[in-house]
Protein backbone atom coordinates (compact mmCIF):
# COMPACT_ATOMS: atom_id res chain seq x y z
CA UNK A 1 0.00 0.00 0.00
CA UNK A 2 1.27 3.62 -0.56
CA UNK A 3 -0.32 6.66 0.36
CA UNK A 4 0.99 10.07 -1.80
CA UNK A 5 -0.19 13.32 0.14
CA UNK A 6 0.30 16.75 -1.34
CA UNK A 7 -1.68 20.48 -0.93
CA UNK A 8 0.42 21.48 2.05
CA UNK A 9 2.16 24.59 2.22
CA UNK A 10 2.13 27.91 3.61
CA UNK A 11 -0.96 30.22 4.14
CA UNK A 12 -2.03 33.06 6.55
CA UNK A 13 -4.03 32.96 9.27
CA UNK A 14 -7.92 32.87 8.33
CA UNK A 15 -6.85 31.26 4.89
CA UNK A 16 -6.97 27.92 3.08
CA UNK A 17 -5.76 24.89 2.52
CA UNK A 18 -7.02 21.36 0.63
CA UNK A 19 -4.87 18.53 1.33
CA UNK A 20 -5.02 15.55 -0.71
CA UNK A 21 -4.05 11.53 -0.43
CA UNK A 22 -3.93 8.83 -3.31
CA UNK A 23 -4.04 5.60 -1.80
CA UNK A 24 -2.93 2.59 -4.14
CA UNK A 25 -2.75 -1.23 -4.02
CA UNK A 26 -4.86 -4.12 -2.47
CA UNK A 27 -8.34 -3.74 -1.11
CA UNK A 28 -7.38 0.32 -0.08
CA UNK A 29 -11.25 1.00 -0.81
CA UNK A 30 -12.25 -1.24 2.02
CA UNK A 31 -11.05 0.98 4.54
CA UNK A 32 -11.82 4.01 6.76
CA UNK A 33 -9.17 6.67 5.76
CA UNK A 34 -8.52 9.70 7.51
CA UNK A 35 -6.12 12.74 8.43
CA UNK A 36 -3.58 13.17 11.20
CA UNK A 37 -1.29 15.86 12.08
CA UNK A 38 1.89 16.42 14.54
CA UNK A 39 2.99 19.71 15.76
CA UNK A 40 6.74 19.94 17.10
CA UNK A 41 7.08 18.45 20.12
CA UNK A 42 4.15 16.98 20.15
CA UNK A 43 2.36 13.89 19.69
CA UNK A 44 0.64 13.04 16.91
CA UNK A 45 -2.72 13.74 17.08
CA UNK A 46 -6.18 12.58 14.97
CA UNK A 47 -7.20 15.40 12.71
CA UNK A 48 -10.37 13.74 11.17
CA UNK A 49 -11.17 10.49 9.52
CA UNK A 50 -13.76 9.27 7.15
CA UNK A 51 -15.62 5.68 6.48
CA UNK A 52 -15.58 3.64 3.87
CA UNK A 53 -19.34 3.83 2.90
CA UNK A 54 -21.91 6.15 4.65
CA UNK A 55 -19.80 9.40 4.74
CA UNK A 56 -19.15 9.00 8.87
CA UNK A 57 -16.88 11.73 10.01
CA UNK A 58 -15.03 12.23 13.03
CA UNK A 59 -12.98 15.20 13.71
CA UNK A 60 -10.79 16.63 16.72
CA UNK A 61 -12.78 19.61 18.61
CA UNK A 62 -9.90 22.03 17.75
CA UNK A 63 -10.68 21.63 13.59
CA UNK A 64 -15.09 21.04 13.70
CA UNK A 65 -16.80 23.85 11.63
CA UNK A 66 -13.05 24.73 10.05
CA UNK A 67 -11.90 21.75 8.55
CA UNK A 68 -13.98 18.93 6.35
CA UNK A 69 -12.59 15.42 5.35
CA UNK A 70 -14.10 14.08 2.27
CA UNK A 71 -13.57 10.88 0.50
CA UNK A 72 -13.46 9.63 -3.66
CA UNK A 73 -13.58 6.09 -3.31
CA UNK A 74 -13.49 5.55 -7.38
CA UNK A 75 -10.13 7.35 -7.11
CA UNK A 76 -9.39 5.88 -3.56
CA UNK A 77 -8.67 9.56 -2.68
CA UNK A 78 -8.84 11.32 0.61
CA UNK A 79 -9.18 15.05 0.77
CA UNK A 80 -9.24 17.92 4.00
CA UNK A 81 -10.45 21.20 2.83
CA UNK A 82 -9.20 23.27 5.70
CA UNK A 83 -10.50 26.72 6.24
CA UNK A 84 -9.88 29.65 8.73
CA UNK A 85 -6.64 28.27 9.69
CA UNK A 86 -4.97 29.54 12.48
CA UNK A 87 -1.10 29.08 13.67
CA UNK A 88 -1.84 26.37 16.20
CA UNK A 89 -2.81 24.40 13.01
CA UNK A 90 0.87 24.23 12.37
CA UNK A 91 2.05 20.97 11.80
CA UNK A 92 3.02 17.75 9.83
CA UNK A 93 -0.18 16.46 8.29
CA UNK A 94 -0.03 12.68 7.64
CA UNK A 95 -2.58 10.98 5.06
CA UNK A 96 -3.64 7.30 6.92
CA UNK A 97 -5.14 4.37 5.93
CA UNK A 98 -6.80 1.91 7.84
CA UNK A 99 -5.61 -2.45 7.96
CA UNK A 100 -8.96 -3.30 9.44
CA UNK A 101 -11.31 -0.99 10.55
CA UNK A 102 -14.40 0.41 8.37
CA UNK A 103 -15.72 3.56 10.14
CA UNK A 104 -12.39 4.91 12.10
CA UNK A 105 -8.81 5.00 11.11
CA UNK A 106 -7.11 3.35 14.83
CA UNK A 107 -3.38 4.86 14.71
CA UNK A 108 -1.68 1.43 15.64
CA UNK A 109 -3.63 -0.68 12.69
CA UNK A 110 -3.24 2.08 9.80
CA UNK A 111 -0.53 2.38 7.15
CA UNK A 112 0.97 5.86 7.05
CA UNK A 113 1.69 8.31 4.17
CA UNK A 114 4.85 10.65 4.15
CA UNK A 115 3.81 13.88 5.55
CA UNK A 116 3.16 17.38 3.88
CA UNK A 117 3.90 20.16 5.90
CA UNK A 118 1.47 23.12 7.04
CA UNK A 119 2.41 26.31 7.99
CA UNK A 120 0.25 28.75 8.91
CA UNK A 121 1.19 32.20 10.14
CA UNK A 122 -0.06 35.08 11.94
Known amino acids: VQLQASGGGAAQAGGSLRLSCAAS????????MGWFRQAPGKERELVAT????????KYADSVKGRFTISRASPDNAVYLQMNSLKPEDTAVYYCALDRQHTIVVIPTSAYWGQGTLVTVSS
Open 50 to 57: ISVVGGIT
Open 25 to 32: GHTVSAFA
